[in-house]
């Protein structure tokens, strides 16, 4: 069983920048499309952000669009999201997931959340006002 580790996460004040990584021990994920989630507490989990198996034109969901920027490194088997401009309500538990085998993400949309798996135990972000 494959799984991933979440790193990067903390207390920030609103307008700060975090910058998360997920790894996948004695895995790897670079022929994967990969995605960042979130969820906060009461609310169901979504896709923040997600990227295709060879990089490309990554998708965003609309509340984090010219905020957050998706990236990886396949020579690392490292997934980031860097987070700028930090809101109280991105205020969540981050995860993030391995999805499909050579998956392709459409910038248009952010996946379904069922086409990925393998979750971490997430990080936790907080942004204070």
């Known amino acids: 069983q494959v799984h991933v580790v979440e790193s990067g996460g903390g207390l920030v004040q609103a307008g700060g920048s975090l910058r998360l990584s997920c790894t996948a021990p004695g895995h790897t994920f670079v022929a994967n499309a990969m995605g960042w989630f979130r969820q906060a507490p009461g609310q169901e989990r979504e896709c923040v952000?997600?990227?295709s198996?060879?990089?490309?034109?990554?998708?965003?969901?609309?509340?984090?669009k010219?905020?957050?920027?998706?990236?990886?490194?396949?020579?690392?088997?490292?997934?980031?999201?860097?987070?700028?401009?930090?809101?109280?309500?991105?205020?969540?538990?981050?995860?993030?997931?391995?999805g499909p085998r050579y998956g392709i993400?459409?910038?248009?949309?952010?996946?379904?959340?069922?086409?990925?798996?393998?979750?971490?135990?997430?990080?936790?972000?907080?942004?204070?006002?």
Do not use: H
């Open 66 to 98: 010219g905020r957050f920027t998706i990236s990886r490194d396949n020579d690392r088997n490292t997934l980031y999201l860097q987070m700028n401009s930090l809101k109280p309500e991105d205020t969540a538990v981050y995860y993030c997931a391995i």
């Open 105 to 129: 993400v459409v910038d248009t949309t952010v996946p379904r959340i069922a086409e990925y798996g393998n979750w971490g135990q997430g990080t936790q972000v907080t942004v204070s006002s």
């Open 49 to 51: 952000a997600a990227i």
């Open 53 to 64: 198996w060879f990089g490309g034109q990554p998708s965003y969901t609309d509340s984090v």
